[in-house]
């Protein structure tokens, strides 16, 4: 009787101890991040490709809003309380979040060796010694079009800066659609989807912006006036009311089959997937003339990093190390067409919206929005003045010289090039 209590009690503690060891084993990682839209794409995709090759580790995905994610995020990693995973904005932001050592340095993690200099470049060190996000995904600039437009009224998609302005004249001369579907009212839209949209096509791209940030450039030279010269080209093409228009309105005049072209960042192909009845089309920016090397702004987007405070750091790096495969690369590309993987293994796009965008990685140069590296960390911010120059330019209330100069006064303000 007491060897049967005794065998009873030993396979109890022997089975209490094997479900203690199957739970200690279990790891739950918590990614923060900004891309509530995302959920079911993470829970439907990501997550279960993740965990059915990596037993014992599961992720939950905890996203908050898009406006409070960076102060939530500092709040929460100063108090130690931040999730194992962080998602990255690109360039200054995540930089500071490195200085201030609350981000893992993973520049030799087992993956990083599938992302270029270029690719890396938003979330490294200015010497690019230090990397400390995993790259996931940039957003490629250029221009929607209504196809049907296009086809009823005869026009071929333009490949030249002439040819641009002969299809919006047709177009605004025919009177059905208004030509190009942009507002000044958000600043923003003005600047991300104007000046950063064409100016890498006059400014070189990477030599330019490179050239900036060195001094040897200045925002009052040629070749940074110049594409404020043809933001002021548009205003006779946005519409009536376009100074009161909001980015909303944009996307809806578009959509709605109002307008025949959309300024665009490639992060609106799914929106206008699910609302535009007619079919859509993409071209890059113009180039000035026939035989010029053509630029793209192709935006490092987001990235994800390791929590220095995260009590899982090995499993985290493995989830990172899945995070910088080919694999996640496809899963991620298709699932959130318009947010192209920065892996050097390219990946085909289902949709064909998103495939044209990123089609134009081969013939073009790729740079990054020249604002957004070193040369808003001071004020006046760079980025958020030339919000409100590129709608001072397009509403005519400054001259593309005056914009130009009031940029580089502020600029040179606070800002010295480094030796």
Known sequence: MKNTALKSLLLASSLLSSAGLVHAADVTLTVESWRNDDLQIWQEKIIPAFEAK?????????????????????????????????TCRPFDASLELFNKKQ???????????????????????????????????????????????F???????????????????????????????????DLWEAATMGYQNIGPNYWKGEDGRAALIAGKEKLTDANWVKPYEELAKWKPYLGDGFEAQTYSDSQNLFTLGRAAIYPAGSW??????????????????PVPKAGDTGYISDHPDIGVALNTKSTHAEEAKKFLSWVASPEFADIYANALPGFFSLNSTPVKMSDPLAQEFVSWRGPYKSTVRSTYQILSRGTPNLENETWVE??????????????????????????????
């Open 268 to 285: 609106e192909i799914s929106l206008f997937n699910s609302q535009a009845q007619f079919k859509m089309g993409a071209f890059p920016p």
């Open 103 to 149: 981000l893992v340095d993973i520049t030799s993690l087992p993956g990083m060796e599938n992302f270029s200099p270029v690719a890396k470049a938003a979330w490294s060190t200015d010497d690019g010694k230090s990397t400390f996000c995993v790259p996931m995904a940039s957003v490629i600039h250029g221009f929607i079009y209504n196809k049907d437009a």
């Open 151 to 185: 086809d009823k009224l005869g026009i071929s998609v333009p490949k030249t800066q002439d040819e641009f302005y002969a299809a919006l004249d047709k177009i605004k001369a025919d009177g059905t659609y208004i030509p190009l579907a942009m507002g000044t009212k």
């Open 54 to 86: 990596n037993p014992g580790i599961k992720i939950v995905f905890s996203p908050t809003a898009p406006t409070e994610y960076n102060a939530s995020l500092n709040a929460k990693l100063d108090a130690g309380s931040a999730g194992d995973i962080i």
């Open 390 to 419: 590129s709608a001072n330019v397009i509403n005519g209330t400054d001259t593309p010289a005056v914009a130009a100069e009031k940029l580089q006064k502020g600029l040179d303000s606070w800002y010295k090039p480094a030796k």
